[in-house]
């Protein structure tokens, strides 16, 4: 396994869930991390928590579904932290319900989050992850991609968060095969029901039904998916694992 000291990760979507868990993770590896969410308040409190353990977080507040914002976020933190080794995109956001019904805003908002704010990520960080890549401690570096199951499975009721989850998997796969000579990795997260915010946002009809369902199941937690994630970043150059498509041991679909 390969320290992450020396390093640099941003990870988006940070104030809570996934991106939380996964800040802490990493920093418990050594890196200096750069929380990137809309809520600051939050941020404030999980940097704070970082540096009591030992570690360096730099709180961004910003919505990256505007381009500004987001290229901001990557150019402070190679300027206030010296480089940029790891993106996680993590930040997503999930509104489920039947087309014929479906409010247009939800789509927007699906796609805005879920794809084009991704790709303006990875687009400005990717001069920085490429130089990284060249350089020590490591020598490599690595995009992460947040998808889900539902890349990978279409459902009914779920048509336009199938869209975005299988867009990230298929830009994935391309940026793999573009730059994996280069030393700069991308690495795919696909989990099943994990307990976070993400239903929170849902209508309330179909927020119940959701509720339901994650009721019959021990849902994976958001630490699951960190280990996940810390596992991904951590292998030594010259290997990458390109997809983790993990569920809850009882979800049977």
Avoid: C
Wanted: charged residues 25%; aromatic residues 2%.
């Amino acid at each position: 396994m390969s320290s992450l000291q020396g390093t640099v990760a941003l990870v988006t979507g940070a104030s809570s869930g996934i991106g939380h868990a996964t800040a802490r993770t990493l920093a418990g590896e050594g890196a200096a991390v750069a929380l990137v969410a809309r809520r600051g308040d939050r941020l404030a409190d999980l940097a704070a928590q970082i540096a009591a353990a030992g570690g360096t977080a730099l709180a961004i507040e910003a919505d990256i579904t505007d381009r500004a914002q987001a290229q901001d976020a990557v150019a402070r933190t190679v300027s206030e932290l010296g480089r940029l080794d790891i993106l996680v995109n993590n930040a997503g956001i999930m509104l489920l319900g039947p087309i014929e019904d479906a409010p247009i805003d939800e789509w927007d908002r699906m796609v805005d989050l879920n794809l084009t704010a991704l790709l303006t990520m990875t687009k400005a960080a990717l001069p920085h992850l490429l130089a990284a890549a060249e350089r020590d401690p490591r020598r490599v570096a690595d995009v992460v991609n947040i998808s889900s199951t539902a890349g990978r499975q279409v459902k009914r009721g779920s048509g336009v968060y199938n869209l975005t989850k299988h867009g990230v998997g298929a830009f994935s796969e391309s940026f793999r095969q573009e730059f994996s000579k280069r030393h700069l990795r991308v690495g795919l997260i696909e989990p099943g029901a994990v307990a976070t915010e993400l239903r929170d946002h849902l209508r309330p009809e179909i927020r119940d039904a959701q509720q339901s369902r994650m009721a019959a199941m021990e849902p994976l937690q958001a630490q699951d998916v960190a280990d996940a994630i810390r596992f991904m970043v951590s292998r030594r150059r010259h290997q990458t694992v390109n997809e983790i498509l993990m569920r809850p041991t009882e979800q049977d679909d």
